[in-house]
């Protein structure tokens, strides 16, 4: 475990609580397997209001039409581009952990935000393994941010602003599952061999 998670961690641990696991989530750009189809999905939308807001500046429409097209334009760039932008500084403050007792997870500064779950009351834990070697687990499923249909709202194009607690993209994650499976039969576990903390390559 690197020291410096261990320290961001050791206000909120409870009396008799120790960690067994710290990580964060995959860092850089990632590519997820719904962008097959909401990449093409997004260049023909920029490409629509980009031809739009030519013919709409090229012939002097009234203010109003320029600052819908403008409005659009820059919607369909952040569509496009500018959420992965926006996943990737989300992610950059994430840090998870797995203690004796509980799911950590600890939303880092400007904003910090911490949260748990019970190990005796996890409402699921559920493995997804991806190409790259990472794994994501989920906790609780009914809140995935993974899955594209069950994402309300913003989660949709940015899965990192979901609130669920669960682990994404962590390098270890099959060892870190189990360990979290030991540890709801009651279990005495170790810590699971330790690795990276991210994946160094974006994968869908």
């Not at 093409?40 to 030519?54: G, M, R």
């Not at 009351?121 to 493995?127: K, N, T, V």
């Not at 870190?176 to 330790?194: F, I, K, Q, S």
Request: glycine share 6%; net charge positive; aromatic share 12%.
């Amino acid at each position: 475990m690197r020291f410096d998670h261990q320290q961001a961690f050791a206000p909120y641990l409870l009396p008799g609580e120790r960690l067994l696991w710290s990580g964060a989530p995959h860092q850089g750009i990632v590519l997820r397997s719904d962008d097959m189809w909401l990449i093409p999905v997004s260049l023909l939308f920029c490409s629509v209001i980009i031809v739009w807001n030519v013919g709409v500046w090229s012939t002097g429409a009234p203010s109003a039409f320029i600052l819908f097209g403008t409005a659009f334009l820059a919607l369909g760039l952040y569509v496009l581009l500018g959420r992965f932008l926006h996943d990737a500084i989300i992610r950059r403050r994430h840090l998870y952990a797995v203690s004796n007792r509980r799911i950590l997870r600890l939303d880092r500064k400007p904003s910090a935000r911490f949260s748990s779950l019970d190990l005796a009351a996890l409402p699921g834990l559920e493995l997804q393994e991806h190409a790259d070697g990472a794994a994501s687990i989920l906790f609780d499923p009914r809140h995935s941010p993974f899955g594209l249909w069950l994402r309300p709202g913003f989660e949709f194009w940015v899965p990192s602003v979901a609130r669920a607690i669960n682990f994404y993209r962590i390098p270890d994650g099959r060892d870190v599952h189990r360990m979290v499976a030991r540890l709801r039969t009651g279990e005495n576990v170790d810590a699971p061999p330790a690795r990276s903390s991210a994946s160094p390559f974006p994968r869908l």
